[in-house]
């Protein structure tokens, strides 16, 4: 059976995520609704505005099933503001911004700079290989439960985020502060979709 996977579609680059799904092989749909987060067997935060995504999980009623869907086994990957909301704790986040967990990590929201700060590099991806790591405006993962499986790290050449946690995994789930999704490079995809298959 080929999962579906949802991509939430509310703000941020839900058309890359779901062009990435679809290629890696595995059914992928917008979710909006409480109904079609109901009908997937995993689902994607995509990269935007964390703070913006968190209210309207509010307004679209889809806070708490997401939250319970989590908690309840739900294969979640989160990329860059995916990442903050699937955190434990978010430093430098604002105090109406809500959680829905699933990490037992504390990230830093923005860690890496403004806008102009975004770069990219290459890092070697537990699982995965060496990917083409895109950074904009992203967090990194400050501390890490002893549960988290940490799957990258900044390389060493990267100057004052050398070494800083940019990939992680408990159980059935998985951030990355980067976006594989706007690169071509399907791998992190076909790394989620196989977690999926085997939840």
């Known amino acids: 059976m080929v999962p579906t996977i949802g991509v939430l579609a509310l703000q941020g680059d839900v058309r890359e ?8 092989g595995v059914g992928a749909v917008p979710v909006r ?14 990269g935007g505005e964390s703070t913006t995504i968190s209210k309207l999980l509010g307004i679209f009623e889809l ?7 989590i908690a309840d086994g739900l294969p979640a990957y989160g990329s860059c503001a995916g990442m903050i909301l699937l955190a434990g704790e978010v430093l430098d986040g604002r105090p ?29 991806m537990t699982g995965v290989g060496s990917v083409r790591a895109v950074f904009i ?13 940490v799957l990258a ?5 990267a100057a004052q985020a050398a070494g800083r946690v940019v990939a992680v995994r408990q159980g ?3 951030a990355t502060s980067f976006h594989p999704e706007i690169t071509g490079d399907l791998r992190v995809h076909a790394y989620f979709a196989d977690l999926v298959r085997s939840a």
């Open 63 to 69: 806070l708490d099933p997401l939250r319970a869907r």
């Open 153 to 157: 790290t900044v390389p060493g050449d």
């Open 137 to 149: 405006r992203a967090p990194w993962v400050e501390k890490t439960g002893a549960d988290v499986e």
């Open 17 to 24: 995520h779901l062009a990435a799904l679809s290629a890696a």
């Open 172 to 174: 059935n789930v998985l």
């Open 96 to 124: 109406d911004q809500e959680q829905l967990g699933g990490l037992d990590v504390v990230v830093r929201r923005n860690a890496f700079g403004r806008q102009v700060d975004s770069f990219e590099t290459d890092l070697d």
């Open 33 to 46: 609704r409480p109904a079609e987060l109901a009908a997937v067997d995993g689902i994607v935060l995509p």
